[in-house]
């Protein structure tokens, strides 16, 4: 019991250094004496957990070159959570250099620039965020990546007044286009930012300049049912979209947009201006790659990326009435879908033309079968726009009347 006492004042001789060493660390931060620094984390006795204090104080500090002295000197041990916890710190005294140096070190980690953009967009203000992306771009290895990073990470934190310097420096929406123009569309609704309207109608604007018009039209569809069902969104939002190349049947019929709009809105004479110009675009495309000679066979070509068919290009361009004089088409090019899975049938029953599409003669005669097809086939949110019942009654008149010519002509009624 004697060596008990003896083996406390050891410990508290040991927590008294201990504490003392952390007091003269932080005088030596507070007069920016470096050398003093450091001697001290240099020490051979110093403890790592000193170490790992004398990295916060650092990114506290605003210091970037007591920061680097600190890492360079003790060379910490620090666990992922802990460098997260470090930029953390930086981030919350808003100090750009410390940040886009701590990034950096990170990413040597392991750690994905992505996770320490989030940090930094989440922490600094709209009026600093500016010096944080340009200390960031100075450090990144690679220029575009770490801007479409930052774009990502601008949105995913809410910072939408920063994603348009973005935009500005040549970030892009890439893959991301979708998540990001539907989160700066829909998810920013309840955020103050929205009520800036000039600001975040530029900022739409820009956003749709740089996403591909698939996307584009998927997000103006969203937009478009927001309108119908919560009366959210400006009217001038779903015309940005419509003026950079949106498919505007798409987002009427394809939401409840057009059941709920009044006949004198102004949307539908903005809409209505639109559809036009988009069908006439649609059409000249249409006759520079197929011309008036093609075949049915010749349509089923594939014209972008997405893969469309040249079927689907003349749906666009409402030129069905001349394709169904065509023969040889099939219930099977009515219903093979692109990449955004779009239909033939889809794009005409979204331009009113389902029954150019659904011609009862041509199909009694190429595939009496058809009307099952459709039935089990077509989704109800396309079924809706089409009037299968009309079509079945025509099916039937053109069997009746098949029937009568081939008993007029002496001929066994086909079953």
């Known amino acids: 019991m004697q060596g008990q006492p003896a083996s406390t004042d050891h410990l508290k001789l040991k927590h008294s250094a201990a504490e003392s060493l952390k007091w003269d ?13 450091k001697q001290i984390v240099m020490a051979p006795d110093c403890p790592a957990q000193i170490k790992t204090s004398a990295l916060e104080a650092a990114a506290a500090s605003g210091s970037l070159m007591m920061v680097r002295i600190v890492f360079d000197e003790a ?21 750009p250099e410390i940040c886009a140096y701590l990034c ?7 750690i994905v620039r992505g996770d320490s953009y989030n940090v930094i967009f989440n922490k600094f203000s709209e009026e600093k965020i500016s010096d944080a992306v340009d200390a960031l771009l100075k450090a990144a290895p690679d220029r ?9 990470a601008a949105v995913g934190e809410k910072k939408y007044a920063a994603m348009s310097g973005l935009i500005d420096r040549g970030a892009k929406l890439g893959e991301a286009a979708a998540d990001i123009l539907s989160k700066v569309t829909i998810a920013v609704n309840n955020d103050p930012f929205y009520q ?14 740089i996403t591909p018009k698939g996307y584009l039209t998927d997000c103006f569809a969203g937009v478009s049912g927001m309108m119908a069902s919560a009366n959210m969104q400006y009217n001038e939002t779903p015309e940005i979209f419509l003026r950079h190349g949106a498919d505007p049947f798409y987002g009427l019929k ?27 675009q649609q059409r000249s495309a249409f006759r520079e790659m197929f011309g008036t000679s093609y075949t049915v066979a010749d349509l089923r070509r594939e014209v972008d990326a997405e893969g ?10 409402r030129l069905l009435p001349e394709v169904m004089g065509k023969d040889g088409l099939t219930s099977q090019d009515m219903l093979h879908s692109n990449q955004r899975q779009q239909t033939l049938i889809q794009l005409a029953a979204q331009r009113g033309d389902g029954d150019a599409l659904l011609d009862a003669t041509y199909w009694r005669r190429a595939e009496p079968a058809i009307l099952a097809t459709l039935q089990k086939e077509l989704p109800d949110a396309v079924k809706q726009y089409l009037d299968l019942g009309a079509f079945a009654a025509a099916l039937d008149r053109a069997a009746l009347k098949e029937q009568a010519v081939r008993f007029k002509l002496g001929a066994r009624p086909k079953p």
């Open 25 to 37: 660390l932080r005088e030596a931060m507070a007069d920016n004496d470096y050398a003093r620094v």
């Open 104 to 110: 950096e070190r990170n990413a040597n980690m392991g």
């Open 144 to 152: 575009q990546v770490a801007l479409d990073t930052m774009l990502r």
């Open 75 to 95: 060379k910490p041990d620090l666990t992922p959570e802990q460098a997260m916890m470090l930029l953390l710190v930086a981030g919350e005294r808003q100090s």
């Open 308 to 317: 469309t068919t040249g079927l689907m290009l003349a749906a666009k361009a």
């Open 196 to 209: 800036r309207k000039d600001d975040y109608l530029a900022l739409v604007d820009k956003c749709a300049s």
């Open 254 to 280: 394809s939401t409840s947009l057009d059941k709920h709009l009044p006949p004198e809105s102004p949307l539908r004479v903005i809409f209505g201006r639109y559809e036009e110009s988009y069908t006439a």
